[in-house]
């Protein structure tokens, strides 16, 4: 067997590497309990060298994961030390701090031993339906009200599971069957990384992962330095306001916005992100910590250079990521993180504007799914009297880029799916959705316009066979006093808004909702690209026609002259009044 | 009139096929014919026509028109179907629209998804509503929905869908609308959710529904001119249409529900793959088919006879090889990977200075530098060559000259020298990388069904599938590869081998095995075959069989298993029965089972199945000849065991014979394809005169 790894060796290997990650979170998927792992694909498996660096990643699921489940390793490997890990042992934490930032997200981990030796790590993380706490709030003063805390420790060792444990996790939660049986699912998946990743070193004739690791982890780097090069030198700055209320020691709320600063620097091959001069944490649950702003600032950078390139310790060597301790992108324990969402995924919004100067082909606008909008619901379904948990998600638009319109509802930058709302309906007999649609006029205006925001409305039933029991509502999601930027010359799109029985209300407080009543959300569209002034008529009939702008838009933003009769678009007036409004 | 043939027609890009089978000799005629555009029903009817003054008898005397058609995919991908308006309830005119909101590719902020095939002005929305259980909360409103029909005419709109709130539950409003089509608007076309996909989820039943309206009238129309020109010429019989899920559908049948035919292609040579492999007494086999063409490589499994399925079908993705990226349709297909791996992939260096190949092809025009048509990437075929697997004097049975130094040339100045391997090293890569590619894809996709390539025979076709199923088979660890005779026909044998069927689906009914009541099961699938017999009502009925199935899960999962139901009375059966059925594929899929947890029933499957006078191949009367004279020469060949050139005995496809063992290092060839049996392996000839590989399993690299 020749030792040697030529270019067409390490190609394999590294594939493979990577298709033994997907091919554990097929079993995975196929093996949970919950819709968030089957559906919204809200997971990641990876594989990690000895020492500690990630190697592989599956290339499905959603981005944000990698560097807590990197610091869960290291901190694994500190704690019982390399001779302390033994083949069969199964480590497990949710500490927001060592991990990825909330509680319902639990990352597991086992070591690879191949003919007796340590060769690597498989760790899997799952955003759990359930963490038990106070379910779906940003009203929590601290993690401890968030739900069970599991300090980093062993679930198996030596093969032997800790009964005692998941009894302990399946007592503290609502739906405990659900997050056990997922729990479990995560260790067939580490399994199933094992297996396959000796079989690859047995079949190449390798000792271990040494010197595959080296190559890809090389190589990755090389590749995205390239990628920096290409980039002009030069600091990039952005800003931007997450509303934000706080109440008085008189008890009356202030608004007190949130600042997300960042300075971007590209010199050379490398880009140092710094978040030097952001707001410091706040009492809401929407603090985040370091991993997960860590996370999103690489995901911009990765789709803003190489989007195809594959996620491992080399892809991100050369962009440093710094977040001053204390701030509310670096909170300290014990602050209260579980929608950490609501400012982390504005990270990558921030940064794209930062760098829309110095590379505006590459950036898109402000996205209306950013931060991702969720809907929590539990209560009893009246006929079986059974519990259910309900986890609803929607999205926004996305902004639009230099050369296409933005996707109407599309998750942005977490990547989860939305569920069928007849199956909502089927399993809560509780639950009735009035609708879900598009809403007009809701996406920022621009040479390219945002994608479209959607309405998405629901009633509790109040008929004979509806539940007499109240339901605990959450959601999170939204921005209701800043509205998502257009970019580059493209307008805002228009605020979010959110009614409960036809009265604003927002998200982040949990609720009682009784028969009859009505939620009814509005997540906003993506910003717009570029001059509205510029659009192709032709598309702004289009999108006349189909009922997404109204012909007030059409006249304010895009220029357009309607005529009266036709009701069509007068091209000719059109022209000069768009080349009168230019010159204004 | 004598029952003396029956035709199968495969219509594909390129060619349209015709097989003439004789039922009384089992001898094939083979006819080809140029695809016809914009109308492929000509070229059909020419070829036949053609066929025609060859056996004038034929028309008379054949028993069936088998027809498979790349038509209907071909109208999504290039959006020539009808102008579709939809019918929905009001609030959700905009799920296809709004797709299922994650993105296909996670770092591509750019990344485009498919326009919807109805645009929004043509989307109308119904006041009424029907809620879970199937109960009315509100009544539809008549008027409003006459209006709307007569709004959506006066767009030119051709054909109608209808996809309401829960009508897999009660159909009842979905009727209605139905009713006011045939009674006051006749002439549009109407595709009606709760006869298309009776299933819960609403964005996978209206996008479903709303492809089948956007190719009926094209099927309509197709089926039709084929029908009236077959009668003109004095054809009499049946015409039946391939299924993506393999089966055979009557013509008035598949003009009902066209969406069920959308794959009919691939489909064909699959079910031939079960039928050789089986024919030649290894009835015990699981199979994996590999069909490994130009530019991509299928593959399917077949396990204890049984075809794997999906019920998800993506059609005209917008990136060819990205999941998620199409239109997604829920319909019974098998279910069969697309890999970006063929002859003519390209080998290159990728952006991390390692050796890729694929998913580029060089396709057919310029095709691979060795074809000398002005092709300057090193392609899988240009490394065969250089390998010495490919004959340059023997390529398509030496109709067509490779050029070996324009091969190495290619490959030293695009591969060698950049990465500085030998021609040998880079020519090797590129042929173990697409072996690779191919093994990786095929593993998940296994492993997705949680099954073990390793014990999966291989049954290889296409061009390129013979000789790369050596180096496929080692990567997965597969004992055994069966080549069956005659790869470039060898797919249209499924159409006389597939039964006709008619598949009906029912989920009004759910329950846990607990508080299941079986005798209501039992009235479903008797309703249920019933209807499903009413679509094959103008068929020999002798030999109708159903069988039935149920998906079942463990309450709080979301993927039900399709479990057979051994019983022809369900009553019958026990829950203890039903129980250990599940439990026991559940372990098998996925190691383990939880005994604490609920099942319940989520859907009942019933399939109508008539046999069709099969095709039955019969063992080759040809006595077994001698090994030397099917010798013709030997040649150097590069062997991936001792990793060097060695020589290999070079046999000719048609002049072995049963009996024959054929020991490596050995290359078999016939026109259209090569085969390769390495130094630890031997082949052997069957009496169906399939070559048949026992590989050494024993480690790779």
Redesign the interface.
Same mark, same amino acid.
């Given at each position: 067997?020749?030792k040697k790894l030529?270019?067409?060796i /390490?190609?394999?290997l590294?594939?493979?590497l990577v298709?033994i990650t997907?091919?554990a979170s097929? @079993?995975l998927t196929? /093996?949970?309990?919950?819709?968030i792992v089957?559906?919204?694909?809200d997971y990641a498996n990876t594989i990690f060298t000895q020492q500690g660096d990630l190697l592989a990643a599956n290339?499905?699921? @959603?981005?944000g994961l990698s560097g807590g489940m990197t610091n869960v390793l290291r901190s694994a490997i500190k704690k019982y030390s390399i001779e302390g890990i033994y083949p069969d042992d199964i480590f497990i934490t949710n500490d927001p701090w060592i991990a990825t930032g909330h509680l319902n997200d639990i990352t597991l981990g086992g070591p690879f031993f191949y003919n007796g030796k340590l060769i690597g790590f498989g760790l899997s993380t799952v955003h759990h339906m359930d963490i038990g706490g106070r379910m779906a709030t940003t009203e929590s003063r601290s993690v401890y009200e968030e739900g069970i805390q599991i300090p980093l420790c062993k679930l198996a060792e030596k093969g032997v599971i800790s009964e005692m444990l998941l009894q302990m996790i399946g007592s503290n939660v609502r739906?405990s069957?659900?997050v056990i049986?997922d729990i479990?699912a995560q260790m067939?998946a580490i399994n199933?990384m094992a297996i396959r990743t000796c079989e690859l070193l047995s079949?190449?004739?390798l000792n271990d992962l040494d010197s595959v690791s080296r190559e890809i982890i090389s190589?990755?780097d090389?590749?995205m330095r390239?990628h920096i090069k290409e980039m002009p030198d030069g600091i990039y700055t952005a800003e931007m306001y997450v509303e934000h209320k706080e109440i008085t020691k008189e008890g009356k709320e202030e608004d007190k916005p949130i600042k997300l600063q960042v300075a971007v620097e590209v010199k050379g091959d490398e880009i140092e992100i710094d978040f030097e001069g952001t707001s410091a944490p706040v009492a809401k649950a929407i603090n985040v910590v370091y991993n997960f702003t860590y996370n999103y600032a690489l995901?911009a950078i990765?789709?803003l250079t190489?989007?195809?390139?594959p996620n491992n310790a080399g892809t991100v060597m050369s962009i440093p990521v710094k977040a001053p301790k204390g701030c509310i992108l670096n909170c300290d324990f014990p602050a209260p993180v579980w929608s950490r969402t609501a400012i982390g995924h504005l990270v990558p919004e921030l940064i794209f504007r930062a760098l829309a100067n110095a590379i505006p082909e590459r950036v898109?606008a402000g996205s209306g799914?950013s931060p991702v909008w969720v809907e929590i619901m539990s209560g009893e379904e009246p006929k079986a009297r059974k519990q259910f948990l309900v986890y609803h998600?929607?999205?926004g638009g996305?902004g639009a880029?230099a050369?296409?319109d933005g996707?109407?509802?599309?998750?942005?930058p977490c990547?989860?799916?939305?569920d069928?709302?007849?199956?909502i309906?089927?399993d809560t007999?509780s639950i009735?959705?009035?609708?879900?649609?598009?809403t007009c006029d809701s996406a920022g205006a621009g040479k390219y316009r945002g994608g479209f925001g959607?309405e998405i409305?629901f009633s509790i039933?109040s008929?004979e066979?509806a539940t007499k029991k109240p339901i605990l509502f959450g959601a999170r999601g939204g921005r209701f006093d800043f509205r998502v930027p257009g970019i580059l010359g493209g307008l805002d799109a228009p605020k979010a808004r959110m009614y409960l029985n036809g009265k604003n209300r927002r998200t982040g407080t949990d609720m009682l909702l009784y028969p009859g009543d009505t939620v009814d959300a509005f997540p906003q569209g993506g910003g717009g690209y570029g001059s509205p002034l510029e659009r192709d008529l032709e598309l702004v009939e /289009?999108d006349l026609?189909?009922?997404?702008i109204s012909k007030d838009a059409a006249k304010n933003f895009y220029g357009v002259i309607i005529d009266e009769v036709s009701g069509k678009i007068d091209f000719n007036a059109t022209k000069k009044n768009r080349e009168i409004l230019s010159k204004s | 009139m004598e029952n003396k043939y029956s035709i199968g027609c495969d219509i594909g890009g390129t060619f349209t096929d015709f097989v003439l089978l004789d039922l009384k000799t089992n001898e094939r005629y083979i006819k080809k014919h140029l695809t016809t555009y914009p109308d492929p029903s000509e070229g059909v009817i020419e070829g036949i026509e053609e066929l025609f003054k060859d056996h004038p008898s034929f028309l008379k005397e054949t028993h069936s028109f088998l027809h498979g058609t790349t038509l209907i995919i071909n109208a999504i991908i290039e959006r020539k179907g009808a102008k579709v308006g939809l019918i929905t309830t009001e609030g959700f005119r905009d799920l296809t629209e709004i797709w299922r909101e994650i993105r296909y590719d996670k770092h591509d902020i750019h990344a485009k998804f498919p326009a919807p095939l109805v645009p929004r002005y043509l989307r109308r929305e119904v006041s009424e509503r029907i809620y879970a259980d199937g109960r009315v909360l509100k009544e539809l409103d008549l008027e409003e929905t006459k209006r709307i029909i007569k709004e959506l005419e006066g767009e030119q709109v051709e054909s109608i869908a209808v996809s309401l709130m829960h009508s897999y539950k009660n159909p009842i409003h979905e009727n209605a609308i139905k009713k006011i089509i045939l009674d006051d608007f006749p002439h549009l076309s109407y595709s009606i959710s709760s006869e298309i996909l009776p299933e819960i989820r609403e964005f996978e039943r209206t996008i479903t529904t709303i492809a089948n309206a956007y190719v009926k009238q094209l099927v309509e129309r197709y089926v039709d001119a084929i029908l009236s020109d077959l009668e003109r010429l004095g054809f009499e019989k049946k015409m039946y249409l391939m299924l993506s899920s393999g089966g055979l559908t009557p013509a008035e049948t598949a003009k009902e529900f066209p969406v069920r035919l959308i794959e009919s292609g691939p489909v064909s040579g699959l079910i031939a793959a079960n039928y050789c492999v089986n024919l030649a007494g290894n009835k015990a086999d699981n199979i994996i088919s590999f069909d490994m063409g130009g530019t991509t490589a299928k593959s399917a499994i077949i396990t204890k006879g049984k075809i794997s399925m999906t019920r998800e079908y993506e059609v005209a993705r917008e990136a060819r090889f990205k999941k998620g990226s199409g239109i997604p349709l829920k319909i019974s297909a098998v279910d069969m990977i697309e890999i970006g791996a063929g002859g003519g992939s390209i080998g290159m260096v990728n952006k991390y200075g390692l050796l890729q190949v694929g998913p580029e092809s060089a396709g057919a025009s310029p095709g691979p530098a060795c074809y000398h048509r002005g092709g300057v990437n090193p392609t899988v075929t240009d490394a065969d060559l250089v390998l010495g697997y490919l004959d340059p004097e023997f390529f398509l049975g030496g109709s067509m000259k490779l050029d070996l130094d324009d091969a190495i040339f290619a490959i030293e100045e695009k591969i060698g020298k950049p990465l500085d391997l030998t021609l040998i090293e880079a020519a090797w890569g590129i042929h173990n990388m697409v072996n690779e590619n191919m093994a990786a894809a095929l593993k998940i996709f296994c492993g997705e069904k949680g099954e073990d390539p390793s014990m999966y025979s291989i049954v290889a076709f296409g061009g390129a599938g013979p000789l790369h199923s050596y180096g496929l088979a080692k990567k997965v660890k597969s004992a055994k590869i069966v080549i069956p005779l005659g790869a470039g026909t060898f797919s249209a044998l499924g159409f006389f081998i597939a039964p006709i069927t008619f598949e009906v689906f029912s989920t009004t009914y759910g329950a846990t095995m607990q508080e299941a009541n079986f005798d209501h099961i039992e009235t479903i699938y008797r309703e249920m075959e019933e209807k499903a017999a009413g679509y094959l009502s103008g068929e020999d009925r002798d030999t109708l069989q159903f069988s039935r199935s149920a998906d079942l899960r463990y309450v709080g999962q979301d993927y039900e298993i399709n479990i057979p139901i051994p019983s022809s009375n369900f009553s019958g059966l026990t829950k203890e029965e039903l129980t250990e059925l599940y439990s026991k594929v559940y372990r098998t899929t996925y190691g383990r089972e939880y005994s604490d947890l609920q099942i319940e029933f989520v859907e009942f499957r019933v399939t109508a199945k008539i046999s069709q006078p099969a095709l039955q191949l019969e063992a080759t009367s040809r006595g077994s000849t001698s090994e030397s004279s099917a010798l013709k020469k030997s040649r150097k060949a590069y062997s991936s065991v001792t990793q060097d050139y060695e020589d290999f005995k070079v046999y000719d496809r048609y002049l072995i014979s049963p009996g024959m063992t054929i020991k490596g290092p050995a290359i078999v060839e016939e026109k259209e394809s090569t085969i390769v049996v390495d130094l630890d392996s031997f082949a052997s000839v069957d009496e169906y005169e399939n070559v048949v590989i026992n590989l050494n399993t024993k480690g790779d690299r």
């Open positions: 067997m020749r030529d270019p067409v /390490t190609q394999i590294w594939n493979r298709g997907d091919e097929a @079993t196929r /093996t949970s309990f919950s819709s089957r559906d919204a694909h290339t499905r699921g @959603t981005p739906g069957n659900m049986g479990r067939s199933s079949e190449y004739g190589r990755s090389k590749e390239n995901f990765i789709c190489c989007p195809d390139i898109i799914s998600i929607f999205q996305l880029g050369t296409n996707q109407s509802c599309l998750s942005f990547n989860v799916s939305n069928s709302m007849e199956v309906e089927k007999s009735i959705f009035n609708k879900k649609e598009l959607q409305s039933m008929d066979y /289009t026609r189909n009922g997404l | -």
